[in-house]
T-cell receptor, first 115, second 112 residues
Framework: DAGITQSPRHKVTETGTPVTLRCHQT?????MYWYRQDPGHGLRLIHY???????DKGEVSDGYSVSRSKTEDFLLTLESATSSQTSVYFC??????????????FGPGTRLTVT | KNQVEQSPQSLIILEGKNCTLQ??????????LRWYKQDTGRGPVSLTI???SENTKSNGRYTATLDADTKQSSLHITASQLSDSASYIC???????????WGAGTKLIIKP
């Protein structure tokens, strides 16, 4: 998984509780991304980062926030989890902006269940 | 609206057989098209990246084709193996902002 780890790998939480997912990379790539994957849908971009403290929204950012205080770490926070946020979350990294000529590398995913 | 549609949704074939997966897209302008393989419980792994000028690209037993005029791509798998069982996802990059448009994938099952 190209030097990308995600933690936790599985989590069950209750509606209304805050949740933070962590992505850690050892590749020193500039760009980091959070996606969610749901049955019947393609991966959907939540937020991405183009450097330390530089982040931007993706197509499904409502209810999520992110932070990047170090090159290697990108955190995704669900301030108040809802059942619609039950999903598998993937972190990805790339040397240049997604969609350019460079590949994206994905972490192993975090399965989050909100009850 | 930019969209990527894949067919079939799922496919079952016998080990050793060939198969072809389809991807149609409406993304415009176009930058590149990618095929990913995603094993169950794992993150996607890139198989190929094709730009506008590339018609065919191979990666071992995987061959991707691209027709930018008709906005279609296919992924051909030769002499399938049990390890090819996975979801195959087509992703298209629009030139305007490098946004990636992801297809929902084709779930391929190889039976012995």
């Amino acid at each position: 998984d190209a030097g990308i780890t995600q933690s936790p790998r599985h989590k069950v939480t209750e509606t209304g509780t805050p949740v933070t997912l962590r992505c850690h990379q050892t590749e020193n790539h500039r760009y980091m991304y959070w996606y969610r994957q749901d049955p019947g849908h393609g991966l959907r971009l939540i937020h991405y980062s183009y450097g330390v403290k530089d982040t931007d929204k993706g197509e499904v950012s409502d209810g999520y926030s992110v932070s990047r205080s170090k090159t290697e770490d990108f955190l995704l926070t669900l301030e108040s989890a809802t059942s619609s946020q039950t999903s598998v979350y993937f972190c990805a990294i790339s040397e240049s902006m997604a969609g350019g000529p460079n590949e994206q590398y994905f972490g192993p995913g975090t399965r989050l269940t909100v009850t | 609206k930019n969209q990527v549609e894949q067919s079939p949704q799922s496919l079952i074939i016998l080990e050793g057989k060939n198969c072809t997966l389809q991807c149609n897209y409406t993304v415009s302008p176009f930058s590149n098209l990618r095929w990913y393989k995603q094993d169950t419980g794992r993150g996607p792994v890139s198989l190929t990246i094709m730009t506008f000028s590339e018609n065919t690209k191979s990666n071992g037993r995987y061959t991707a084709t691209l027709d930018a005029d008709t906005k279609q791509s296919s992924l051909h798998i030769t002499a399938s193996q049990l390890s090819d069982s996975a979801s195959y996802i087509c992703v298209v990059s629009g030139d305007s902002n490098y946004q990636l448009i992801w297809g929902a994938g084709t779930k391929l099952i190889i039976k012995p």
